[in-house]
C-alpha cells in the first residue's frame, strides 16, 4: 500500500519529533490516485489491528493497514471524501481489544483568545486552560492537557492511563504560543501524570505538572488530575464581611504555623496530623487563645521537608503531606466558620532545581534567566524568576490569584521580597547585573509586584498582602497609584530585631541600650506595620524566645511576659511562631512536634493563661488597634529613663476618652509609689498586669483604681502614683473626669496640628 502521508513526516511522530501531531494523525481530506479520499492515520504501538468505525453507522467498518511495524496506521477510505465522525477498535497483541474515540479527532482545547491574554501576561485564570483540567468535548468525557514549553521540540504527556508511553499522546504546539495541548479521553480524577519533553539537544526529562492541583506524596512528584469544582463551601457569610473589613481600624493577632510540626501523632509513627485533624485541633486552640488570623507556612507542594515549604515545585498544589486538596478547603472552610482569616506564605522569589520542577523546563532557561547573575541564588541553591517575561509572571500572578477564589485565603504573605527588588542581594561585586539605568534595583519585579498587588485588590476586596522586606525601601504600602508596591501592610523586621537585641541584655545593661525600645516609634508610620516574632528567630542556633531571656527561670519568664506585655500594646499588627505563646524552651525542629508537654509546668501554664489574658483584652481595646496607621495613636509618656530601663506610653483610641496608658520596667527592681504622667484627668484601673501572681509573677499589683492628680509630671498635665512591678508590664484604663473637657482639650490639640 502507498501511503498518503510522508516516510519523513512518519518518522517525526514514530520518533515523538512533531510539533503538531494532530495535522499527521486522525482523519484528513487527502487527494489519493487523483482523487478526495478521506485518510485516518494512528500511531498505536502495542496494537496489532486497527479498525475504523463510523460512530453514525456502525456497520460501516474500515480496516487499517499497519504501514510501519512499530504501530503506523492508515486507513484510505475510497468511498468517503468527506469527514465524518468515528471511532477505533484497536485489537492489541495480548488479545484485548478498545473501542474508543481517537485521541487525535478533538479540536484544540485553549482558544486563540487564551493565548492572547496569557501571551499579554494578563491570563489570571490561565490555571483553567494550563495544566489537566477534566471536561467533557463533543459528548466525549476526558482530560484537556495543556503546558506551555516553547523551546521544547515535543511534548507527550503520559500516566497511569497510558502505562506511562507518551508515543501514543503526542501533544500540538498552539500557534506561536508556545503551548503544547492534547484532549485525552476517559481520563478520570486521581489519575497520575507527567509531561515528558525532549529539547533540542535530545535530552528527555519527566516534568510535573506548573499547574497541577494535586501532587503525589515526596519522594514520588507524578501530578494528579483533580477536579476542583466538587466542594461544597459554607463560609458565605464570612466572605461577605470580608469584603466589609477595615483590617487597619480592626485587631489582627496573627498565629503563624508550620502544618507539619504543630501537633504529631507519636503513637502513629509521629505521623502528621491531617487537614481536617488540624481543622479541629489547631482552629479549636486559635479560637481559644485569641488570634485572629492564622499564618500557613508555605503548603503549596514542596520536595523536601527541611525546606519548610520554601522550595516548591507545585504552585498550584495544596502539599498532600496532609490530605486532598478538598481537605485544605476543608481546613480553611473550618477557620472561616469559626471568626479565624487564613493567610498563606506565598514564594514567587524563587525556585529549587529538582529536576521535574521549574527548572530549565524545555530544555532552556524558561522560568529564570539564563544568565546566573541574574537567575540564581547561589546562597540558596535555587533559580530567580523572570520576572519580565509575560508568561512567567502570568503563572505567578494567576497564581495568587488561584489560592484567592479556589481555596478562599484571606490574604497572601510574599517571601522574600528584598531578594526580588534588589539585583544585588547576596551577591558580591562582579555576581550581578545592573538594571538598564545602571542601578540596583530590578525594574522588572518591582513592576511584578505591583501589577500584582493591584489585580488582588482590584478584584477581591479584603483580601491582605504581606510584605516580609527586610530593607528601606520607600512605599512598600503604599498604593500603586502613588507610585508604591501596593502590599497592606509590611513585616517590621527592625523593630523585631530591636526589641529581640533589647530583651536578650541582661537588666543591669539594658540602660545602656535604651535607644533599641524608643527608636523604633521614629519610623512606626512610615509604613502599615505587623509586629512579628516569626519562625526565622526560633531557629538555626538562635535559641526560642524564652531561651533568648536572661535570668534564671522566674527571670526568663518574667522577662518574656513583660516583653509581650510591651509588643502587644506598641503600634501595629501583632505575630506569634508557634511554640512561643506557651514558652516552649528548645528550639522549633520541623522533624517533630512543638512541645505541648511544657504546660505541665506552672511557669508555662502561667505564661499561655497571660498570653490568653493579653489577647483578648487587646482585641477589647480599640485605643490598641483603631488609630495604628496614625502617629496621633501614639504618644510618649516617659521615653527617657534610660537609667531605670522604664518606658511608658499611651495608646489613644478612636473616641478621645479611650485612652491605654502602658508602664514598662525591664528591670527587677520594683518600684512603690512610682509616678506616672497621665494626659487626662479622671481614675486609672490596672486591667493587666504580667505580675499577677496567677501568671508566675511575684504579686506587685494595683488593685485598685488610682486617681490622678493635677500635677505636672513627664510633660503631662495630670499624674497617678502605682506600684511598679519588677520586670513587668502594667497596663491601665481611664474612667475620665470629664470626657466634655477631654473632648475640648483633643479638639485643641487637633487644630494644633493642623
Request: proline share 4%; with cysteine; glycine share 8%.
Amino acid at each position: 500500500m502507498i501511503s498518503t502521508v510522508s516516510i519523513f513526516e512518519m518518522n517525526l511522530i514514530i520518533n515523538c519529533e512533531h510539533k503538531d501531531p494532530h495535522t499527521i494523525l486522525g482523519m484528513h481530506e487527502v487527494l489519493h490516485d487523483d482523487r478526495e479520499v478521506v485518510a485516518v492515520r494512528a500511531f498505536l504501538p502495542g496494537a496489532k489491528e486497527l479498525y475504523v468505525i463510523d460512530k453514525n453507522q456502525e456497520k460501516n467498518v474500515y480496516k487499517a493497514e499497519k504501514i510501519h511495524e512499530d504501530g503506523f496506521f492508515e486507513a484510505v477510505i475510497d468511498d468517503r471524501h468527506e469527514w465524518f465522525e468515528y471511532l477505533f477498535h484497536i485489537v492489541y497483541w495480548d488479545g484485548n481489544e478498545r473501542v474508543v474515540p481517537d485521541i487525535y479527532s478533538f479540536q484544540p482545547t485553549v482558544g486563540d483568545y487564551d493565548r492572547y491574554l496569557f501571551g499579554a501576561g494578563n491570563h489570571y485564570e490561565i490555571y483553567n486552560k494550563l495544566g489537566a483540567n477534566l471536561c467533557e468535548v463533543n459528548g466525549v468525557e476526558g482530560a484537556s492537557f495543556a503546558v506551555w514549553a516553547p523551546n521544547a521540540k515535543s511534548v507527550c504527556v503520559i500516566g497511569s492511563f497510558n502505562y506511562w508511553d507518551g508515543r501514543g499522546t503526542q501533544m500540538r504546539v498552539l500557534g506561536n504560543s508556545g503551548i503544547w495541548e492534547i484532549f485525552v479521553p476517559g481520563v478520570v480524577e486521581f489519575d497520575r501524570y507527567k509531561f515528558r519533553i525532549k529539547d533540542n539537544n535530545n535530552n528527555v526529562v519527566d516534568k510535573s505538572d506548573p499547574y497541577g492541583f494535586h501532587m503525589e506524596t515526596r519522594p514520588q512528584n507524578a501530578s494528579i488530575v483533580y477536579d476542583l469544582g466538587v466542594y461544597h463551601w459554607k463560609d458565605e457569610k464570612w466572605i461577605k464581611e470580608r469584603e466589609e473589613y477595615d483590617p487597619y481600624r480592626t485587631p489582627m493577632n496573627i498565629y503563624e504555623v508550620q502544618l507539619g510540626s504543630w501537633m504529631r501523632v507519636p503513637e502513629e509513627e509521629n505521623r502528621f496530623l491531617t487537614y481536617r485533624e488540624m481543622a479541629d485541633k489547631l482552629v479549636k486552640y486559635v479560637k481559644k487563645m485569641g488570634y485572629t488570623h492564622i499564618e500557613l507556612l508555605p503548603v503549596s507542594e514542596y520536595p523536601y521537608d527541611g525546606s519548610w515549604g520554601y522550595q516548591v515545585t507545585g504552585y498550584y498544589a495544596p502539599t498532600s503531606r496532609y490530605g486532598e486538596p478538598d481537605d485544605f478547603r476543608y481546613f480553611v472552610d473550618c477557620c472561616h466558620r469559626k471568626g479565624i482569616g487564613v493567610i498563606m506564605d506565598w514564594v514567587p522569589g524563587h525556585f529549587p532545581k529538582d529536576a521535574n520542577g521549574l527548572a530549565r523546563f524545555d530544555g532552556t532557561a524558561l522560568y529564570e534567566h539564563e544568565d546566573w547573575r541574574k537567575g540564581e541564588h547561589k546562597e540558596w541553591g535555587t533559580y530567580v524568576f523572570n520576572y519580565g517575561r509575560k508568561e512567567v509572571s502570568n503563572f505567578l500572578i494567576a497564581n495568587a490569584l488561584f489560592w484567592i477564589k479556589e481555596y478562599h485565603i484571606d490574604g497572601i504573605r510574599v517571601d522574600a521580597v528584598a531578594s526580588m527588588l534588589y539585583l544585588d542581594y547576596c551577591r558580591k561585586e562582579g555576581e550581578w547585573v545592573p538594571n538598564e539605568y545602571g542601578g540596583r534595583e530590578n525594574i522588572e519585579a518591582v513592576e511584578f509586584l505591583k501589577h500584582m498587588n493591584s489585580v488582588v485588590k482590584g478584584m477581591y476586596k479584603g483580601v491582605l498582602t504581606f510584605a516580609e522586606e527586610s530593607t528601606e525601601w520607600e512605599g512598600v504600602t503604599r498604593g500603586v497609584d502613588r507610585n508604591g508596591l501596593g502590599f497592606s501592610f509590611k513585616w517590621n523586621m527592625g523593630w523585631m530585631n530591636d526589641f529581640l537585641e533589647y530583651m536578650k541584655k541582661d537588666p543591669i545593661y539594658r540602660k545602656y541600650h535604651h535607644n533599641n525600645l524608643t527608636f523604633g516609634i521614629t519610623y512606626a508610620y512610615s509604613e502599615n506595620f505587623v509586629l512579628v516574632l516569626s519562625h526565622d528567630e526560633v531557629v538555626h542556633m538562635k535559641g526560642s524566645m524564652i531561651g533568648k531571656m536572661p535570668g534564671d527561670t522566674w527571670q526568663k519568664f518574667a522577662n518574656l511576659r513583660a516583653g509581650y506585655g510591651f509588643m502587644y500594646t506598641y503600634p501595629g499588627k501583632k505575630l506569634l511562631f508557634m511554640g512561643n505563646d506557651i514558652g516552649q524552651y528548645s528550639e522549633w525542629d520541623e522533624k517533630k512536634s512543638i512541645d505541648w508537654h511544657v504546660l505541665e509546668n506552672d511557669f508555662n501554664m502561667g505564661l499561655n493563661e497571660y498570653m490568653r489574658d493579653l489577647f483578648k483584652f487587646y482585641r477589647k481595646e480599640g485605643a490598641l488597634w483603631e488609630r495604628d496607621t496614625y502617629p496621633e495613636g501614639f504618644e510618649w509618656i516617659e521615653c527617657d529613663d534610660a537609667a531605670n530601663s522604664v518606658v511608658s506610653y499611651v495608646r489613644h483610641g478612636a473616641k478621645p476618652e479611650d485612652i491605654v496608658v502602658v508602664v514598662c520596667n525591664f528591670t527587677p527592681k520594683t518600684e512603690l509609689g512610682y509616678n506616672v504622667g497621665v494626659p487626662y484627668e479622671g481614675s486609672y484601673k490596672e486591667m493587666l498586669n504580667s505580675d499577677d501572681v496567677k501568671y508566675g509573677g511575684s504579686g506587685v499589683v494595683n488593685k485598685k483604681a488610682v486617681k490622678s492628680r493635677n500635677e505636672h509630671w513627664n510633660r503631662c498635665e495630670h499624674c497617678i502614683t502605682i506600684d511598679l512591678p519588677p520586670l513587668a508590664t502594667a497596663i491601665f484604663t481611664l474612667t475620665p473626669a470629664s470626657k466634655t473637657k477631654i473632648a475640648a482639650k483633643f479638639a485643641e490639640e487637633e487644630k494644633g496640628e493642623e
